[in-house]
């Protein structure tokens, strides 16, 4: 298969590019600047990896325009990992840090998709998977620490957006996965999971043919 990874320089992504593109797949990855493109190409094809990597910044409409134009192959599975998590509370938001986290957490990944959308449609099985949170599950929102509100507000979008195009697109398998908490540079040397555990709930529904319009963790569907 031919799978696409955002932000797979390091982290969850990068990971599951390792994982996945052991198992013989062509990964395709994506980095925000030149020299974590070419590291993490590099690093990927010294473990015998079939990788090529491109420039894509999530918070940029004109840089997924540019990436769009310059991305010639076809794909079968669309993983919409990049994620940025800043602090910020209801009451006290600073714009950029609402503007960063709705940029890259749920517009550029809808708009990226929305353009990916005819290669993705190619496939004899498409699959779009995107990485998501428990933050963003209204079942748990009490649970989430209140300063990473503008986190939770993304990801829950991200969940409604999954369901919503597993419906319009209901003979593809769109789901998406709480990797839970993971020593990333994102989650902190204390979170309980490593990032081969969080890596593998993604594989595992890149080469299983799982139902659509779910919300995993673990293997687990778990609720909206």
Not at 30 to 54: M, P, Q
Not at 129 to 145: D, E, K, L, M, R
Not at 172 to 178: E, H
Request: hydrophobic share 35%.
């Amino acid at each position: 298969m031919n799978i696409l990874i955002t932000g797979s320089n390091r982290g969850i992504g990068l990971e599951v590019a390792k994982q996945l593109g052991e198992r013989g797949n062509r990964v395709f990855i994506t980095a925000r600047n030149e020299s974590d493109r070419l590291k993490t190409v590099e690093v990927l094809n010294n473990i015998g990896i079939n990788c090529r990597g491109f420039l894509l910044d999530l918070s940029s409409m004109e840089s997924i325009d540019t990436f769009i134009s310059s991305f010639d192959e076809d794909i079968d599975v669309l993983i919409n990992n990049a994620g940025v998590h800043l602090k910020g509370s209801p009451s006290n938001m600073e714009k950029t840090v609402l503007m960063d986290s709705f940029g890259v957490n749920i517009m550029g990944p809808w708009y990226l998709t929305s353009r990916l959308i005819p290669k993705l449609s190619k496939s004899k099985n498409p699959k779009i998977i995107n990485v998501t949170s428990g933050a963003g599950a209204i079942t748990s929102q009490h649970h989430s620490p209140i300063p990473f509100s503008a986190y939770r507000i993304t990801k829950l979008a991200i969940n409604e957006y999954t369901k919503m195009l597993s419906k319009e697109l209901p003979s593809w398998k769109i789901n998406a996965v709480c990797p839970g908490w993971v020593r990333t540079r994102m989650g902190g040397e204390n979170a309980n999971s490593t990032v081969e555990e969080g890596a593998d709930t993604i594989t595992w529904l890149v080469e299983e043919n799982q139902e659509t319009g779910n919300f995993y963790r673990f293997r687990r569907v778990i609720p909206w």
